[in-house]
């Protein structure tokens, strides 16, 4: 082996030096990945001559790839013909060159949307589905679409036949209710469109390339000549239509560089699976495998930490992983007793830490984008600056909260035909649109319109006397009416089916109680509307502290992370129900975790049970902390119960 005239480990030296052939180097968190990409594309040039020009590095991320390419050309002190670019930028650029598709353009995220509105508005048959269904059916479509890629059938009519032969439900209630015949035929107008005029969606691009090299041998052997050296980073995000391209281009020769780390596959909802390193070493038994075990970024207990939480999932490459360092705190759990205290503990914390000029260089990760609205308006209101690294959703804006707050501006008076037409038919009452002429409903002249349909009479006055009944309660009383006693909850059971329901019933519960704090439905909506201009217009102050997801935070590192919610419910999610979702939350857990450099604070309820209990996740650090010597303090369920002043300084170290 060539010795290398840098600053490397013995692993890192052996990935860089590899020659030919297929390798897999498991990269875990902070060990040098993209130093050791960038360095092996300068050894391939520099040392085994290979042309710049028949070098692919694909990445998952357009900034990805430009930081790999900025870093490469900053070794090589010039700009080199080496291809860096994503899955989708490839696949594309493929197709550009084939005559076939070289007039086709990407359809963008809102012209999609349009088109599936225009489709149901369009067909008769699809009139029970509504707005909030659109992005349902866009991820059904998605999923199929690729299924049916991967298995070669030419639409997701075999794919669906397969799911319910084998039990498998969609987990969209949009498809649920939808009959096939109905899907099929929204996909088929949905296809025959972008075919008309000339258009791929994401999907496209993989179907269609992997179609293509799969059956134009002329087509596979130019490009397989011309990509003779592959390296593909984050190995672990690949989708298993990707891994079949990227297998194609790269034989005969097999030339195959991987970089990744089956612990940190979180991208499940869009075809990634831990599954995929295991099968890359199938596929090329000989493969030289490469294990990164230096984490040069987060503090030894960090790393001890996160490595004893990672363990408990069961698909995975078994690893140990090292630090090189101890500079800071390193890990430390923070008890907290309820949801209010949570709250005012981590703004203590981060008071301090803004106290001390440190605030820029602390990261808040939270499991969801409605999350960090939610602390977005916490750190508002308590004027501690933050940046908001992705825009985050509106906690207000989900249907059944929309169909709640028509009720309740009913209720107050405001009989706007728009609310109206919102919950008129929630639960099902066969009310027309078309009795509501003007934008204000009068109470008479919508009773008259049915005077010659008593049984739809009655039910409007029924509808008159609820909302009559809303004036003059408190506002949790308000929506707790809605929901049991005007039939709200049993309209969603009846539309949704059971499993679906739990989940939308579960967001008016958590509604009511929020509602609980106001004294009025005004107040209320006061309250509301600051929160959608503090999610419209974010702080961007340089200096405050980063407000991100666990995805989102993925490949970022901090001084100090703050995870803030660590209770059953939140992580793992309360949507993850089987042993693979649970182990892609562990797996996100987990990646939250080893963004921290030198300290991490994990806050939690310690008085819950049931949703809201400790997370597991925190199992194997409850007993590593009792298990560590006296100096640090015991960490149990049981821990001394901190106020909210003092729990962030009282907090226990492991």
């Known amino acids: 082996m060539n010795k290398l005239k840098i600053a490397c480990t013995k692993r890192q030296e052996e990935a860089i030096t590899h020659g030919g052939g297929p390798a897999a180097v498991l990269a875990g968190p902070g060990s040098g990945k993209t130093f050791v990409t960038v360095h092996r594309i300068h050894r391939l040039i520099t040392s085994l001559g290979v042309d710049p020009a028949r070098i692919l ?22 700009s080199l013909p080496v291809w860096f670019g994503t899955f989708h930028a490839v696949f594309y650029h493929i197709l550009k060159q084939s005559a076939r598709y070289r007039g086709y353009t990407i359809i963008t995220e809102t012209e999609k949307r349009k088109l599936i509105r225009d489709i149901i508005h369009n067909h008769k048959q699809f009139v029970y589905l509504q707005e909030e269904d ?29 799911d319910q032969s084998q039990g498998k439900v969609d987990v969209a209630p949009a498809i649920q209710k939808m009959k096939q015949e109905d899907f099929l035929f929204l996909w088929r107008e949905y296809q025959s469109w972008l075919t008309e005029f000339s258009k791929f969606d994401f999907d496209d691009l993989m179907m269609v390339c992997l179609k293509l090299l799969r059956e134009d041998v002329d087509c596979l052997s130019k490009w397989q000549s011309q990509f003779r050296y592959i390296l593909v980073d984050e190995f672990q995000d690949i989708s298993p239509s990707q891994y079949e391209i990227i297998k194609l281009l790269a034989a005969p020769e097999n030339n195959l560089f991987i970089v990744g780390d089956d612990d940190q596959s979180i991208y499940g909802f869009r075809g990634a699976s831990p599954d995929s390193v295991q099968r890359f070493f199938a596929d090329f038994s000989q493969a030289k495998r490469i294990l990164l075990d230096v984490n040069f970024r987060c ?10 939480v990672i363990a408990e999932n069961k698909n995975r490459i078994p690893k140990q992983i090292y630090s090189n360092h101890t500079d800071g705190e390193g890990i430390q759990l923070c008890p907290v007793q309820s949801r ?4 005012e503990a981590v703004v203590a914390a981060l008071k301090k830490e803004q106290a001390s000029g440190n605030l820029a260089d602390c990261a808040i990760i939270c499991r969801t984008n409605l999350d960090c609205g939610f602390w977005a308006q916490i750190f508002h209101e308590a004027e ?37 037409f919102r919950v008129m038919n929630r639960p099902v009452r066969y009310i027309r649109r078309d009795s509501m002429p003007s934008e204000w409903v009068e109470r008479a002249a919508l009773i008259g319109y049915y005077a010659d349909t008593p049984a739809i009479q009655e039910r409007v006055r029924r509808l008159y006397k609820d909302i009559d009944n809303l004036s003059g309660k408190r506002v949790h009383l308000q929506i707790h009416y809605i929901r049991k006693v005007i039939g709200y909850e049993a309209y969603l059971r009846e539309k949704y089916g059971s499993d679906k329901a739990k989940e939308l019933i579960r967001i008016g519960e ?48 901090f001084g100090t992370v703050f995870l803030p919610d660590c209770n059953e419910g939140k992580t793992p999610s309360d949507q993850a129900k089987t042993q693979a979702e649970i182990e892609e939350e562990r797996r996100m857990f987990y990646v939250a975790m080893t963004r921290a450099k030198n300290r991490l604070f994990l806050f939690f309820q310690n008085e819950k049970t049931g949703k809201d209990a400790p997370s597991r996740f925190l199992n194997p650090l409850f007993s590593q902390g009792s298990s560590t010597s006296s100096s640090n303090s015991a960490v149990s369920r049981n821990s001394s119960k901190a106020s909210a002043t003092d729990s962030y300084s009282s907090s226990s170290s492991i």
Do not use: W
């Open 57 to 78: 590095v694909i990445t998952f991320t357009k900034a990805a790839a430009l930081e790999m390419q900025e870093r490469f050309f900053r070794l090589m002190e010039s």
């Open 134 to 162: 659109i992005e349902e059916i866009l991820t059904a479509l998605s999923r199929y679409k690729t299924k049916a890629a991967e298995s070669r059938a030419q639409t997701p009519k075999e794919e669906m036949a397969g």
């Open 299 to 308: 503090h030894e207990k960090i790393v001890q930490a996160a490595g004893n």
């Open 340 to 343: 209010e205290k949570l709250q």
């Open 384 to 420: 501690l600056p933050y940046v908001l690294r992705e825009r985050p959703q509106n906690r207000f804006s989900h249907f059944v909260i929309r169909d709640i707050c028509a009720y309740l501006a009913l209720g107050q008076g405001d009989h706007s035909r728009r609310h109206f």
């Open 510 to 557: 958590e509604f009511e109680a929020f509602s609980r704090q106001f004294c009025s439905v005004q107040e209320m909506k006061i309250f509301m509307e600051e929160y959608v201009q503090v999610i419209k217009e974010p702080r961007t102050d340089p200096n405050g502290l980063k407000l991100l997801t666990m995805h989102a935070s993925k490949g970022l590192e």
